[in-house]
């Protein structure tokens, strides 16, 4: 008898904390978080604090908070304090993309990991929600740099709530973008898209939902459906936001800086962040961390709504 082929994709060796694979078994829910917004968003130490504070967060909202890294060639989904502190202490840890983590699993590596393959590594330990910042996108201007981001939310099943993408972009580019690869984008309580530090983008989403069992429904419309994910826009209360005058002037300060420095690829996005906060004395910094916040507690509160409907058939 022939030995039965190998599944097309065996699993990737994932670890799960115990914490996070006991709340998978059961159907409970559990909410994924990203490391590059904490090793390359955000500058140490502050990023230590804002780590722990965003998984109380997502516990607020109801769920098991996972945040994922590759540590040593392993994908963890759930790490331990100290395994937080290195990838909040490691001025020398990569920024691992889609593309990048075969090259990290093969070769022992270590890394945070973005969006895209947050989500990857989060789809496949079988996580239906994500909670991040802002999403990559396309760049302004030449030469052109768009985030795999893009591509591989119109790949991988799960929420993502974010604020929007980051208003270091070409956000009407980027929605059209999101729009050809068909993620489905819904505002939350709003058809404003948010643009980050601040409320409103000045660009609108075509769908709003009501709360977060209305946000599990359509993700669970969608997975019957097709794969790919449903961005969930979250914007900041306006009196929350950043100085708008201060915005404009730190973003253009900030592109133009990394223009002259001839930043390429991978290293646009911490770059400008890093230019931001300082440009701005922390203004950036305590809007990121509070927008990272408030997604995290609803991204919690999603998982909560998407595993009762599953208890409920
Ligand atoms: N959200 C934040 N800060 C960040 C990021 C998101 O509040 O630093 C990260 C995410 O990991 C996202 C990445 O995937 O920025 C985008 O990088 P790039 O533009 O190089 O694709
Ligand atoms: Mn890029």
Request: net charge negative; glycine share 10%.
């Amino acid at each position: 008898m022939q030995p039965s082929s190998p599944p097309e994709r065996p699993s990737p060796g994932i670890v799960a904390s115990p914490e996070v694979a006991g709340a998978l078994r059961a159907g409970g829910p559990v909410v994924a978080l990203e490391s590059t917004l904490l090793a390359h968003g955000l500058p140490r130490p502050d990023n230590r604090t804002a780590a722990d504070d965003i998984e109380a967060a997502v516990r607020r909202g109801g769920a098991v908070p996972a945040t994922i890294a590759v540590l040593d060639g392993v994908p963890h989904v759930g790490l331990t304090a100290g395994q937080v502190d290195r990838v909040c202490a490691d001025p020398d840890l990569a920024k691992l993309g889609v593309r990048d983590l075969p090259v990290a699993l093969a070769t022992g590596g270590s890394g945070a990991t973005t969006v895209s393959s947050t989500a990857l590594l989060a789809a496949r330990a079988g996580i239906g929600v994500f909670a991040t910042g802002g999403l990559g996108g396309v760049h302004r201007d030449a030469p052109f740099d768009e985030s795999a981001d893009l591509v591989a939310l119109a790949r991988t099943s799960l929420v993502v709530v974010c604020a929007g993408v980051k208003s270091i972009l070409d956000v009407p580019a980027t929605l059209e973008r999101l729009e050809t690869l068909s993620v489905t984008v819904v505002g939350y309580r709003t058809t404003t898209f948010p643009g980050f530090y601040v409320a409103d983008s000045g660009s609108t989403v075509d769908w709003a939902v009501d709360g977060p069992a209305q946000a599990a429904a359509v993700f669970a419309a969608r997975r019957r459906l097709t794969p790919g994910a449903v961005v969930v826009a979250n914007p900041l209360p306006p009196d929350e936001e950043l100085d708008r005058e201060l915005h404009d002037q730190v973003i253009a300060d900030a592109l133009a800086a990394a223009h002259a420095a001839g930043v390429r690829g991978r290293a646009v996005t911490p770059f400008v962040l890093d230019h931001l906060h300082r440009a701005s004395r922390g203004a950036t910094l305590a809007v990121n961390v509070r927008l990272v916040l408030r997604n995290a507690e609803l991204a919690g509160e999603i998982a909560a709504a998407l595993a009762a409907r599953s208890a409920h058939g």
